[in-house]
């Protein structure tokens, strides 16, 4: 049995317009939480390749990923459950939302919020990310994209031993 310690990776999109930051209020087993536009990490992509889809999907809003605000480590224990999440936190563009698509699969609703709303509405946040990571943008941390290597390895089919 393999004991080693495996993190979640995950992508999330700090999305800003007109001062105000992109959040999804959806379904967990705590009840309805607001995070940024967030998910795990797919098999065979990049990280700007997955935070660009998961905003896609959450918020029915393309989104290009511009700059890295940061990669943060947070933990989560819920009853035998305990995660360690390893988030890389993309900032970007936004279009406007596709009327032909529908949000994802436990997002209730997309909300556009103030900081200070965000600070208020702490006791919602799905974790403290949430918080931290619009923090770290309104301070103004942007790293270059180059930052976070994908080798073509990644997105290459998986080896499959001859029958």
Same mark, same amino acid.
């Given at each position: 049995?393999?004991? !080693? ?6 992508? @999330? ?5 007109? =001062? ?10 705590? %009840? ?17 390749? %997955?935070?660009?889809?998961? @905003? ?18 947070? !933990?989560?224990? !819920? =009853? ?8 890389? @936190?993309?900032? =970007? ?12 699969? =436990? ?33 103004? !941390? ?19 031993? @001859?029958?």
């Amino acid at each position: 049995m393999d004991n !080693r310690w495996k993190p979640s990776v995950t992508v @999330a999109a700090i999305i800003e317009r007109d =001062g105000r930051y992109l959040l999804v209020e959806e379904h967990t087993p705590e %009840g309805l939480r607001l995070n940024n536009p967030a998910g795990h990490l797919d098999p065979g992509e990049s990280p700007q390749q %997955g935070v660009e889809r998961e @905003a896609l999907e959450e918020t029915t809003c393309s989104f290009r990923a511009e700059a890295l605000v940061g990669v943060y480590l947070s !933990r989560f224990q !819920r =009853g035998t459950d305990d995660i360690t999440y390893l988030r890389l @936190a993309y900032c =970007g563009s936004v279009g406007e939302p596709d009327p032909g698509r529908s949000l994802d699969h =436990g997002i209730v609703r997309t909300l556009w919020m103030t900081p200070d709303e965000v600070r208020a509405s702490a006791s919602r946040h799905r974790s403290p990310l949430v918080l931290r990571c619009i923090e770290d943008h309104l301070a103004g !941390r942007r790293l270059p994209m180059d930052t976070v290597f994908t080798d073509p390895s990644v997105q290459q089919a998986p080896h499959r031993p @001859a029958d």
